[in-house]
């Protein structure tokens, strides 16, 4: 069970950024799948999340400028980033939650900044 997160880098307040998790096993079918992020002195914290059905919470900090979306077929989970601000500066963490099992990615680094 392993799962790789990409698509962090730098982006321009106001920009864009579209952030992809590949998961590894048998699992992601039935996983409910999330992105979590956490800033520098800071805690980690829920960014968004989507069940194996397709139901999508968002925080309240990201809702209307980001989406998460799944593909079962790919084994894939994303997170599009619009309208970036710098306070979303972190590092973005992909979990996978299924019987009882919390799985985390290695992150990736979202730096927003002009």
């Known amino acids: 069970v392993q799962l790789q997160a990409s698509g962090g880098g730098l982006g321009q307040p106001g920009g864009s950024l579209r952030l992809s998790c590949a998961a590894s096993?048998?699992?992601?079918?039935?996983?409910?799948m999330g992105w979590y992020r956490q800033a520098p002195g800071k805690q980690r914290e829920l960014v968004a999340s989507i069940t194996n059905g397709g139901s999508t919470d968002h925080a309240d900090f990201v809702k209307g400028r980001f989406t998460i979306s799944r593909d079962n077929a790919k084994n894939a989970v994303y997170l599009q980033m619009n309208s970036l601000k710098p306070e979303d500066t972190a590092i973005y963490y992909c979990?996978?939650?299924?019987?009882?099992?919390?799985?985390w990615g290695q992150g990736t680094l979202v730096t927003v900044s002009s």
């Open positions: 979990n996978a939650k299924f019987g009882g099992l919390d799985v």
């Open positions: 096993g048998n699992f992601f079918k039935i996983a409910t």
